[in-house]
């Protein structure tokens, strides 16, 4: 439903639930978003649906257009503990470092800043996590406030839509 110069994202579906579990098996990938068991993955799937029926958006597969494979997740999550939509991103370890993250993103900002309307979407990022921290801020996300994810401390990162516009988004 969105496509880019690579990419294609589509929304995640119950079917993406064993590509789920693999992508986040990885330490690597896992160490800041955790790991999770074919039931936890299931849960999460749909609730995913739910939020696009309910809302109209959600977390969305990020597939290479060249090859059809799916490679990494983005999209937008609504937080009704923090009254916030959030963008994230989570790729597969072998599709670091071809700036996907910040394509597929970037694609997800028109989204949400366009067609859904919003004002404000944020960015929690644990402490450490430097690879996304570096993807919020080639976006242009700044620091908004501390707060606690996962029983771990984070820093929620967010881009408001007149500073998009200033970069040139809608
Ligand atoms: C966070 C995460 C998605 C970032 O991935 P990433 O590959 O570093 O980010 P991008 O896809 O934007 O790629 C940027 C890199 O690609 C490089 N690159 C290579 N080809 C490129 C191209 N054609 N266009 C743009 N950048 C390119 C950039 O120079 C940059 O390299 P650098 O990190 O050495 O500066 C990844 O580390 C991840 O999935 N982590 C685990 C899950 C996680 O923690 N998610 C975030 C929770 S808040």
């Known amino acids: ?54 809302r109209g958006h959600g977390l969305c597969a990020v597939e290479l257009r060249d090859t059809g494979e799916t490679i990494g997740r983005c999209g937008l ?15 597969a370890r072998p599709h670091w470092g071809h700036g996907y993250a910040t394509e597929a993103a970037r ?7 366009g067609p859904l309307g919003l004002d404000r979407i944020t960015a929690m990022i644990h402490h450490g996590n430097t690879a996304s921290t570096a993807v919020a801020t080639r976006l242009g996300f700044t620091p908004l406030r501390e707060d606690t994810v996962l029983d771990r401390p984070c820093t929620v990162y967010a881009l408001d839509v007149s500073t998009s516009a200033r970069r040139g988004r809608p």
């Open 77 to 91: 999550n609504w937080w009704e503990r923090f009254g916030e939509t959030e963008i994230g991103w989570t790729f």
């Open 107 to 113: 694609a997800v900002l028109d989204w949400g800043f």
């Open 1 to 54: 439903m969105i496509t880019t110069a690579r990419l294609r994202l589509r929304p995640l579906t119950e079917n993406d639930t064993d590509w789920w579990v693999r992508l986040h098996a990885d330490e690597e990938v896992a160490r800041f978003v955790g790991t999770y068991t074919r039931e936890q993955a299931a849960a999460r799937l749909q609730a995913i649906h739910r939020q696009w029926t309910d």
